[in-house]
């Protein structure tokens, strides 16, 4: 598992490690820009080259000036460093200490002293203006950005916007460029990755410590291209402070082993001790969704499994699914006879499913199961909220956290998020924002379903790190929550279900897509390969 520290958290750790552990923010500035230094030379110079290091004036253009400090002793490459501070109409050289003295009320205490020590061992700094297009120009092997770093908030405009957009079009011109970022790409939010007005288009991102959430989620992981990190001299125990207040987040690797993350099985075992599983799913329009919902459950080692459904989606599937125990009537459904349901895949929104929803949340409030809710079963929960006329997004929270059972997951993807939440769906874009609410508020747990899905409840945050495009299908989704069913059955805490199963739905894509292509995977093939973790 890795840990992944948001804006805040990240100023947290520097500011008690300088404050603290009486460790200069120069000092950190300094390892942090020579540990990158060494990284570039190692994987990107060569013998001729030209770089090109664009630093602006807070702390990530400090770590820029020391990348290009370290790089520039090397004699067989060439190398350009830029300031921009936003504070010039015309480009002019500092290469003396008498013309030092004109930048130094528009950068950091700190960048200043960089700049000095820069121009007395011979270098040169070029502080860019509106003119900079006659400067930054030609070919570059490399350009290291270094404007913005992790503190960025508001939209970027003027020169800066303009630089950014000669980085990418230097870059797009020349596909042998590469394009490396300092901490995030500039221009991109740190926490949501949204770019705000303009963005650096990286093909690599060298980071400190721990990953930032734009690194795994998108529109931010497609600007960030590899993302690679360095480990400079961060105290762990004021990380273990944050920690404990529940600022971070967690991801897995996509290489971690997926054998550690399924269901154990043990040699004094019966069907039992593998969990009793309810999925309330199917319709007569939407039986395959029973079917995919219940078949994952099978695969990922459920020991019993009741599918309630239309009587025809039960005909249907009655040869289909041998293993399963059918029922054609949802009231006959006993809480006590089940430790786990999975509601809703396929149920529509007909009178009869909303007369299942509220059957559930009316007798199993107070029950020691574990649920999921998906799909219609999230779109008629939504229709209730409305019916009380609830439409702020903190008091649907709130509303949720008194009607559904205490163990509750909902895995709404974008469209099923806005209704049930009322938020506009131009402001989804990035999930994250919305992510930080629910941990402030929901008891519950939600999937928020997207490209890299975010798992989160009150004080826990997990992104998933492993998927492709090859899910996004009809039908993906139900195959997820046949999966997060299996791990709840199977007595997991909801929380630490959602994360596992969306990591195993995710590999399982990718392994599904690699024997044929991204466009040819259907759901099924998803359950083929759950044969084979």
Not at 68 to 74: A, C, P, V
Not at 115 to 132: N, S
Not at 226 to 242: C, G, K, L, Q
Not at 313 to 325: F, N, Q
Request: hydrophobic share 40%.
């Amino acid at each position: 598992m890795q840990y992944i520290l948001d804006a805040k958290s990240v100023r947290c750790v520097e500011n008690m490690t300088i404050g603290i552990s009486c460790f200069p923010g120069i000092m950190l500035m300094e390892q942090a820009g020579t540990l990158a230094a060494k990284e570039i030379s190692d994987r990107f110079i060569k013998k001729g080259g030209r770089i090109a290091v664009v630093c602006g004036k807070g702390n990530n253009g400090g770590d820029g000036l020391v990348i290009g400090r370290h790089l520039s002793e090397n004699k067989d490459i060439t190398v350009e460093i830029f300031l921009v501070t936003g504070d010039t109409k015309q480009t002019y050289m500092i290469d003396s200490i008498e013309i030092l003295q004109e930048i130094k009320e528009h950068v950091s205490d700190d960048n200043y002293n960089m700049i000095f020590y820069i121009i007395a061992r011979g270098g040169k700094v070029i502080v860019l203006g509106e003119d900079y297009e006659a400067y930054i120009t030609g070919y570059y092997d490399l350009i290291v950005d270094a404007l913005f770093g992790i503190g960025l908030n508001r939209e970027v405009t003027g020169l800066y916007k303009n630089i950014i957009l000669k980085i990418n079009s230097l870059s797009e011109d020349n596909e042998k460029t590469f394009v490396l970022s300092v901490d995030v790409p500039s221009g991109i939010n740190t926490d949501n990755g949204l770019a705000m007005g303009a963005a650096v288009k990286a093909s690599h991102t060298i980071t400190f410590n721990y990953k930032k959430p734009c690194h795994l989620i998108y529109p931010g992981k497609k600007y960030c291209g590899e993302v690679i990190i360095i480990y400079i001299n961060f105290d762990n125990r004021f990380f273990e402070e944050i920690k404990e207040q529940g600022d971070y987040i967690t991801t897995w690797d996509e290489n971690d082993v997926i054998n550690d993350l399924i269901p154990p099985r043990y040699e004094d075992s019966n069907k039992g001790t593998y969990g009793r599983l309810c999925v309330i799913a199917g319709c007569e329009r939407m039986p395959g969704a029973a079917l995919l919902c219940t078949e994952a459950a099978y695969r990922m080692g459920v020991g019993y499994v009741c599918l309630s459904s239309d009587e025809k989606v039960t005909d249907i599937l009655a040869v289909r699914l041998p293993e399963a125990v059918l029922n054609n009537n949802y009231k006959e459904i006993n809480d006590n006879n089940y430790n786990a349901f999975v509601i809703g895949p396929g149920i529509s929104k007909n009178d009869r499913a909303v007369h299942k929803i509220k059957y559930i949340l009316d007798n199993f409030r107070d029950s020691d199961a574990s649920f999921v809710f998906d799909a219609d079963a999230i779109n008629i929960i939504a229709e209730l909220l409305d019916e009380r006329g609830i439409i702020d997004t903190i008091e649907r929270i709130n509303m949720l956290n008194s009607i559904l059972p205490e163990k509750s997951i909902l895995t709404p993807h974008k469209k099923e998020l806005s209704g049930l939440l009322k938020i506009n769906m131009d402001k989804l874009a990035s999930l994250y924002d919305v992510a930080v609410t629910i941990r402030e508020y929901s008891k519950a747990v939600f999937v928020l379903k997207d490209a890299h899905s975010i798992v989160v409840t009150k004080g826990r945050m997990h992104i998933n790190n492993v998927g492709c495009n090859a899910l996004s299908v009809a039908g993906s989704g139900d195959v997820l929550s046949g999966i997060i069913g299996a791990y709840i059955a199977q007595h997991y805490e909801c929380f630490e279900a959602a994360c596992l199963a969306c990591h195993v739905h995710g590999f399982v894509g990718k392994k599904a897509a690699e024997k044929t292509n991204m466009q040819s995977v259907i759901p099924g093939d998803l359950i083929e390969e759950l044969k084979h973790l």
